[in-house]
């Protein structure tokens, strides 16, 4: 069965430190994607990867980075935590050229910024 | 640009009841769509999408969904719900072709009342 882990549940932090969200995904898939889900506006993205050291941003990418140095994995950091960046963040993934296809999601990472 | 819109943040109905949640969208090419499910404390899992032919689309758990060009819709329905129907929902288009962003609805609440 295919599989997108995502390494924390739940994860609490202080407000200025450095944070880093990962993601390991076991389908070989080219597409990786960083996702920010806030009640009442469902889900927006913050970067993508189209492979490995190749990102772009997406809609929300202020006060986010990413890293993509092998192909399953794919880690969200957050420079300098703010308050307002407390959030759930979902992780995907999708095989590449597949607009027709789902992509597949981790269970999410619920970040609380104190 | 492609838009989704979810009019409806939250849908309470009696068990087994029939359900319609509602998705429009906007794009000026072709399209793809999906629709996709969120059970409590989890990420987004497919439940049916709409590629080109037949206009409805029939998902997992009994949910069907029919694509209307014309009214730029893609509702979704189930004629009888189940307690374990209580999700959220989330329409989402992606355009054809290559890597294409994926866009997502604002996501639909579905209560089934016992």
């Known amino acids: 069965d295919v599989k997108v882990t995502q390494s924390s549940r739940y994860l609490v932090k202080r407000t200025g430190e450095k944070v880093f969200l990962e993601c390991v995904q076991d389908m070989d898939h080219e597409n990786m994607f960083w996702y920010r889900q806030d009640p009442g506006l469902g889900l927006r993205l913050i970067y993508f990867?189209?492979?490995?050291?190749?990102?772009e941003k997406g809609d929300i990418p202020e006060g986010y980075s990413v890293s993509r140095e092998k192909k399953e994995r794919f880690s969200l950091i957050l420079e300098s935590a703010s308050t307002n960046q407390t959030s759930m963040y979902l992780c995907?993934?999708?095989?590449?050229?597949?607009?027709?296809?789902?992509?597949?999601f981790g269970d999410g990472t619920r970040l609380s910024i104190l | 640009a492609q838009s989704v819109t979810q009019l409806d943040s939250q849908v309470p109905v009696f068990e087994e009841a029939p359900v319609e949640l509602r998705c429009n969208y906007s794009?000026?090419?072709?399209?793809?769509l999906f629709w996709y499910v969120q059970y409590p404390n989890q990420g987004l899992q497919l439940l049916l999408k709409y590629l080109s032919g037949s206009t409805l689309v029939k998902g997992i758990n009994g949910f069907e969904a029919e694509f209307n060009k014309s009214q730029t819709s893609f509702h979704l329905r189930k004629p009888s719900v189940h307690i374990s129907d209580t999700a959220e929902y989330f329409c989402a288009v992606s355009r054809s072709g290559g890597y294409q962003k994926v866009t997502f609805g604002t996501g639909t609440k579905l209560q089934v009342i016992p």
């Open positions: 794009s000026s090419v072709s399209v793809y």
């Open positions: 990867s189209y492979d490995v050291k190749m990102k």
């Open positions: 995907a993934s999708r095989k590449v050229g597949a607009s027709d296809q789902p992509q597949h």
